[in-house]
């Protein structure tokens, strides 16, 4: 099945410095890339998704890049704020007629210094 | 505000119990999902229902039981559950149509359960 990596566990940065997290999956059948953002105690929130047909797509500070190739995708926030600290899910899935599998990478947890 | 509800928020039980945990989307979708997240950690896929019909079950022990009486509503029934079961269920849904190739998952905000 897939298994899905991410880097790094934990990453602090300053207020208005940029925050990169990378991934990389193991299904090369994998063909839809979405990031979730959890705040404490609240449900992961979709913030982004690529699929495999796109290499890059951005919407405002985040963007997402994608190398098919080397099967990895990295998340991009640019210009930080506290309000972005969080713990960041990268997830992988590949389409079956048996229904979608998603599967999620360990997970960063971000901390935005003021 | 979130577009799939879960009940209840909170749900304390002991090991002898039966409870149910709920979910409702009334966006249309297709594919219905329960994933369990321990602390700390990502969520894992549990079940996934298909046009109301189980199409992925991911090894779960029987004392966890899906149910989809119809394709708004997502049940987990729960018996006989172990404390290390504690953890925050989480339903989601999605599109899942065939048109609707890679649809983006919806979660509700959760089930938080301690199993004493």
């Known amino acids: 099945g897939e298994n899905v990596e991410q880097h790094p566990s934990t990453l602090s940065v300053q207020e208005g410095d940029s925050a990169v997290i990378k991934c990389t999956y193991s299904?090369?059948?994998?063909?839809?890339f979405p990031w979730y953002k959890q705040e404490l105690g609240k449900r992961p929130q979709l913030i982004i998704d690529?699929?495999?047909?796109?290499g890059e797509k951005k919407d405002q500070r985040i963007a997402v890049t994608l190398n098919k190739t080397a099967k990895h995708f990295s998340l991009h926030i640019t210009e930080t704020q506290p309000e972005d600290s969080a713990v960041y899910f990268c997830a992988a899935r590949r389409r079956k007629s048996s229904g979608d599998k998603l599967t999620f990478g360990t997970g960063t947890r971000l901390a935005v210094r003021p | 505000d979130t577009e799939v509800t879960q009940t209840p928020k909170h749900l304390v039980m002991g090991m002898t119990n039966k409870k149910s945990l709920k979910c409702e989307q009334h966006m249309g979708h297709r594919a219905m999902y329960w994933y369990k997240q321990k602390a700390k950690k990502p969520p894992e896929l549990m079940f996934v229902?298909?046009?109301?019909?189980?199409?992925i079950n991911e090894s779960v022990p029987s004392r966890f039981s899906p149910e989809c009486p119809n394709s708004s509503l997502l049940n987990l029934h729960l018996h006989a559950l172990q404390p290390e079961d504690s953890a925050l269920y989480l339903c989601?849904?999605?599109?899942?149509?065939?048109?609707?190739?890679?649809?983006?998952?919806?979660f509700g905000n959760g089930t938080r359960l301690t199993v004493t």
């Open positions: 299904d090369s059948a994998s063909n839809y």
């Open positions: 690529i699929r495999s047909n796109v």
């Open positions: 989601a849904s999605s599109q899942g149509t065939a048109s609707s190739y890679n649809s983006p998952l919806h």
């Open positions: 229902y298909s046009y109301e019909k189980l199409s």
